[in-house]
């Protein structure tokens, strides 16, 4: 058993890297680095209940998403444009969210019901994607794994002021740059309160909202959240010496935070791979399926 003696928790070295390991393998498929579900598990499991929790969890993204992130860079899936638009907006909702979360939710109970609330938004926009009839559109020839015959990776990038797009698998895709920035700005906020970057609730929202295929949004979005979880432990980092006379921990705990990492770097590598084999709606549907059941339990907990 070991001490991490900033966050008081004592576990077994290899509980954190298995946890990661699983969570990473299957979050990563829908463009997601697992955060969401390694926060509630950090509360409710290990008792790390208190503002440090979220920075260290930011650690597990910053260690375990550039395997991810070279994952699909080296299969040409991901989107360069969509990504840094959502970087340069995300960054400034980041140190607003870790404000929030230091002044207004120390207290475990408003925090879990924050988080709740997160999860059954991002949940219910999954189940409002599944349960909305596709385009009859005429069936793209077919190739190897049931996929259309065109090239699986993006191509014909572009952004400019009113639009970004790109191409993938001979359809054209485009977003309204400003409404992809001012929600890359409010899910900043919300990603630096929670601790997970930002990417569980881009990703959905992309997909849900903006209607771009699971399998290029992926790419771009943990690529997001890596760039916003670097900016939000350096926030915390910063400004944890303004808190140490008041006993407020909010340093992070870096040492279980990178053992979550190293099981999430292996994990989210595995999980990009997968991602191609997998149908989107599946993928979709695992992650709803693990949102709502956390969600729900958070909300029964606190209110019960």
Do not use: C
């Not at 099981?263 to 084999?277: N, P, S």
């Amino acid at each position: 058993m070991l001490e991490f003696p900033i966050s008081g928790v004592t576990t077994y070295w290899w509980l954190p890297v298995v946890v990661a390991f699983f969570v990473s393998v299957l979050s990563s498929t829908g463009g997601l680095s697992g955060a969401f579900l390694l926060l509630p598990f950090q509360v409710s499991f290990l008792g790390f209940v208190g503002p440090a929790v979220t920075p260290t969890n930011l650690i597990f993204n910053i260690v375990a998403i550039p395997s991810g992130v070279f994952r699909y860079y080296r299969e040409k899936r991901m989107v360069w444009s969509l990504a840094g638009a959502i970087i340069i907006a995300t960054l400034p909702g980041i140190f607003i969210g870790a404000i929030i979360r230091i002044k207004f939710l120390q207290d475990p109970r408003a925090f879990k019901l924050f988080v709740a609330a997160v999860l059954l938004y991002i949940g219910s926009r999954l189940v409002m994607d599944l349960l909305r009839k596709p385009a009859h559109s005429s069936p793209p020839s077919q190739g190897e794994l049931g996929r259309s015959a065109e090239p699986f990776h993006v191509t014909n990038q572009h952004v400019n002021l009113k639009t970004v797009g790109y191409e993938f698998e001979g359809n054209q895709y485009r977003v309204p740059t400003w409404g992809l920035m001012l929600l890359s700005f409010i899910v900043g906020i919300i990603g630096g309160t929670y601790g997970i970057g930002g990417g569980a609730i881009i990703g959905p929202f992309l997909v849900a909202v903006f209607r771009l295929p699971v399998h290029t949004t992926a790419g771009a979005s943990l690529l997001g959240t890596f760039i916003s979880s670097v900016a939000g432990v350096a926030v915390f980092a910063l400004i944890a010496p303004l808190f140490a006379s008041t006993g407020l921990a909010i340093t992070p705990d870096w040492a279980l935070g990178a053992l979550f990492g190293a099981g999430g770097a292996v994990g989210m590598y595995i999980g990009a791979r997968l991602q191609r084999r997998l149908s989107a709606r599946l993928i979709k549907a695992i992650l709803m399926i693990l949102l709502l059941s956390i969600a729900i339990r958070y909300v029964v907990e606190v209110v019960g």
